[in-house]
T-cell receptor, first 114, second 114 residues
């Protein structure tokens, strides 16, 4: 079993739709949870960051972490064509050494159609 | 623009050759990370340096090595190249080595091994 599982999609939605992206993980030591957005031929950029469990909202984006289920989600409201990108979940622990490394999901390719 | 620069943007070489990828972190960032992104494996952490010292190691092959110089720029050396080494190589930087610090990714170097 991979440490982080993410449905690769692709996911295609109409403009204005609510998008739900998800990852599951197996390492209970993970404490830091992130969502990165990667446009084609570009480097990933941090979209949302959450420490431990709970919800975080930033504009049209909401990140949720459920540590009991080892499940994280990213919701995009009122999706726009400019949201079309690959979304990568990432996580790390804080137990030091190599555990500081980010472990990424494989990414979900999202297309928002005008 | 993340402030992280990587050179070259593209590199085409033959099997058995050796190449060097270069990364300049954002001004003020002390930690540098190297990642490999391929279609089948996704984004994989290779190695981290903090203020010139190796801090964490991921799935880095013995044919690969890296270093961080006193001016904080970093180089990733790939030797005895194989077809399977063809991938996007990203460098990221952060203020410190803590997982709570955001990692800023560069634009990547696309390596093609023929």
């Amino acid at each position: 079993q991979k440490e982080v599982e993410q449905d690769p999609g692709p996911l295609s939605v109409p403009e204005g739709a609510i998008v739900s992206l998800n990852c599951t993980y197996s390492n209970s030591a993970f404490q830091y949870f992130m969502w990165y957005r990667q446009y084609s031929r570009k480097g990933p950029e941090l979209l949302m960051y959450t420490y431990s469990s709970g919800n975080k909202e930033d504009g049209r984006f909401t990140a949720q972490v459920d540590k009991s289920s080892k499940y994280i989600s990213l919701f995009i409201r009122d999706s726009q064509p400019s949201d079309s990108a690959t979304y990568l979940c990432a996580m790390s622990s804080n137990s030091g050494g190599s555990n500081y490394k980010l472990t990424f999901g494989k990414g979900t390719l999202l297309t928002v159609n005008p | 623009d993340s402030g992280v620069t990587q050179t070259p943007k593209h590199l085409i070489t033959a099997t058995g050759q050796r190449v060097t990828l270069r990364c300049s972190p954002r001004s003020g960032d002390l930690s540098v990370y190297w990642y490999q992104q391929s279609l089948d494996q996704g984004l994989q952490f290779l190695i981290q340096y903090y203020n010139g010292e190796e801090r964490a190691k991921g799935n880095i092959l013995e044919r690969f090595s890296a270093q961080q110089f006193p001016d904080l720029h970093s180089e990733l050396n790939l030797s005895s190249l194989e077809l399977g080494d063809s991938a996007l190589y990203f460098c990221a930087s952060s203020l410190t080595a803590s997982p709570s610090n955001e990692q800023f990714f560069g634009p990547g170097t696309r390596l093609t091994v023929l």
